[in-house]
């Protein structure tokens, strides 16, 4: 199958296998979150008139054919598709007919990959967030049992103050609330309107040239802010949690 970004020359075969031959292994991941997007693009497309209303439902109904067929296994990626993007491009024309190619009209491969693994990432760190929450309840229920089981402290290795196995268990609780603060705050960013890659397109692009850099800087600017927020606040989380250790001995 002939490439997007094919101009006419010969690809070494064994060079392609070794650049590539994790893409589509990757990819196959990202396929929903792609799906996803596009939905919400053929959406846009068609409000402003780019689509037809039959165009629309027609592309609407084969993303969500995709959508089933991943959830068996049966949508999959190769090394000849190159990539989700292509894979799902070259369905949709093959189902939806010309249609299909007009998914693609104020839209690049930039803005896909990224609103791809925006969603991606929200979706494991809901996974990661839920699993938390779930090791966390273990370990309140061990807690519980045990609020009076004694155990010794420890000091740099040595046998210190009296504890329990209850005070031993919840701390680490503790411990996994505050990285669940961590998860919350990431989750945040990615929410965040003013973080919506959709409808970026190239960075190249004529239109948006002139605003592209500035619109970097202060995104830029905004995201190594809110990440020196987030250190700070674990940082002062961290010092509470060692000065009542602290005061408790």
Not at 195 to 216: E, K
């Amino acid at each position: 199958m002939t490439k997007l970004w094919q101009k006419g020359y010969h690809l070494n075969e064994q060079v392609e296998r070794f650049e590539a031959a994790q893409n589509s292994v990757l990819d196959a991941r990202l396929i929903r979150h792609d799906v996803w997007g596009s939905l919400a693009h053929t959406a846009m497309l068609a409000k402003i008139g780019v689509l037809t209303e039959s165009e629309h439902k027609a592309l609407k109904d084969a993303l969500c054919s995709i959508l089933q067929l991943e959830a068996t296994h049966e949508f999959t990626i190769t090394l000849a598709d190159e990539d989700v993007h292509t894979r799902v491009e070259n369905y949709l024309v093959a189902v939806a007919g010309a249609a299909g190619k007009k998914i693609h009209m104020a839209r690049s491969r930039n803005d896909q990959v990224l609103v791809d693994l925006r969603l991606y990432a929200k979706e494991q760190l809901h996974s990661v967030a839920a699993k938390l929450c779930h090791l966390c309840t273990t370990l309140l229920s061990l807690a519980s049992r045990h609020t009076n089981t004694p155990m010794p402290g420890y000091t740099h290795m040595q046998r210190a103050m009296l504890s329990s196995v209850g005070l031993w268990a919840a701390s680490f609780g503790e411990s996994l609330l505050d990285d669940e603060q961590l998860l919350s705050a990431a989750y945040v960013l990615m929410i965040s309107h003013r973080l919506v890659p959709l409808l970026a397109t190239a960075f190249q692009s004529p239109s948006i040239a002139s605003i592209a850099p500035t619109c970097s800087a202060s995104l830029a600017c905004r995201t190594t802010s809110s990440m020196y927020r987030i250190v700070a606040v674990k940082l002062r989380q961290l010092l509470c949690r060692h000065w009542r250790k602290l005061c408790s001995t």
